[in-house]
């Protein structure tokens, strides 16, 4: 919602200044720029990346349209799930998580909690260490490094959309002036025509400038920067599983391994003492 507003604010602020200098919007309307600028930028995203990349480049514009699905309760859901898991392994022992682990579609422990089940990437993280650990020989620091291991490579993968954009971003004011110098080049074709039509060629020619810082100052960098700031919270909410998995692990009761889930959140979205030991109640 943030980048829709941002986007009007842009827009109207920038809009509404040439208006007040008086400035005329139907020269600002230059296909051609466009289709240059729009098109090499296009190109040079085609030429750095892999489908598999372009893909979640376009989801990941369109997530970051529809905001961050983490918010308190979302969190709120996760403890739950955590301390639910974590009692029926004491109760049952860990051979207990095994059909939860291995079809989390499938859980009725998982469908209880739809935010935590869309997650494909908390839902494999998760399901992924516990199988680990169900396996067993393997030493809580061990574990620990699994994990970072997930974590980092995940990271790395979620901001390649994050980061091809802002590649193209860079590229734009550059795409700008190429727009901008073949447009001079057409201006020096018409060296021979009156004032007034070379005036309105230059003043096209320098509309590819125009368009092209405004699109990546004003527009693909923001949204860029939106990117990597949706693959921080997201990374905050694996590292949230990581510290409980790991508490647990390490031989912790399961309200202390929840505790230690809910002190990895940030403080935006972080559940109070009271909140969490109330949501974990519910469970009981």
């Given at each position: 919602m943030f980048v829709i507003i941002g986007v009007l604010v842009v827009v109207l602020a920038i809009a509404g200044g040439y208006g007040m200098h008086g400035g005329d919007f139907v020269i600002l309307f230059q296909i051609n720029e466009f289709i240059i600028i729009g098109g090499a930028a296009l190109g040079t995203l085609l030429i750095a990346n892999p489908m598999s990349v372009i893909k979640a480049l376009i989801s990941g514009v369109l997530g970051t349209l529809k905001g961050s699905k983490l918010n308190k309760e979302a969190y709120l859901d996760l403890m739950k799930l955590l301390y639910e898991l974590f009692q029926l392994a004491k109760k049952e022992g860990l051979i207990g998580l095994e059909q939860h682990i291995e079809n989390p579609e499938g859980s009725s422990l998982f469908s209880k909690y739809p935010t935590f089940l869309h997650n494909h990437h908390a839902v494999d993280f998760l399901c992924d260490t516990l199988k680990v650990v169900l396996n067993g020989g393997i030493p809580a620091h061990d574990l620990e490094d699994l994990m970072e291991l997930d974590l980092e490579t995940m990271h790395h993968e979620e901001l390649r959309p994050a980061s091809s954009l802002n590649t193209v971003s860079d590229a734009m004011p550059g795409l700008g002036i190429v727009a901008a110098v073949l447009g001079v080049?057409?201006?020096?074709?018409?060296?021979?025509?009156?004032?007034?039509?070379?005036?309105?060629?230059?003043?096209?020619?320098?509309?590819?400038?125009?368009?092209?810082?405004?699109?990546?100052?004003?527009?693909l960098a923001p949204i860029s920067k939106s990117m990597e700031n949706k693959v921080a919270e997201d990374g905050?909410?694996?590292?949230?599983?990581?510290?409980?998995?790991l508490s647990f692990v390490k031989g912790a009761p399961p309200i202390v391994a929840v505790e230690y889930a809910r002190r990895a959140v940030a403080p935006d979205y972080r559940p109070s003492?009271?909140?969490?030991?109330?949501?974990?109640k519910q469970t009981r």
């Open positions: 080049i057409i201006t020096m074709g018409k060296i021979d025509q009156p004032p007034e039509v070379i005036g309105h060629s230059v003043a096209a020619a320098l509309v590819g400038t125009f368009v092209g810082i405004l699109a990546s100052y004003g527009f905050k909410y694996l590292q949230a599983i990581k510290a409980a998995l003492f009271k909140e969490t030991e109330e949501a974990v």
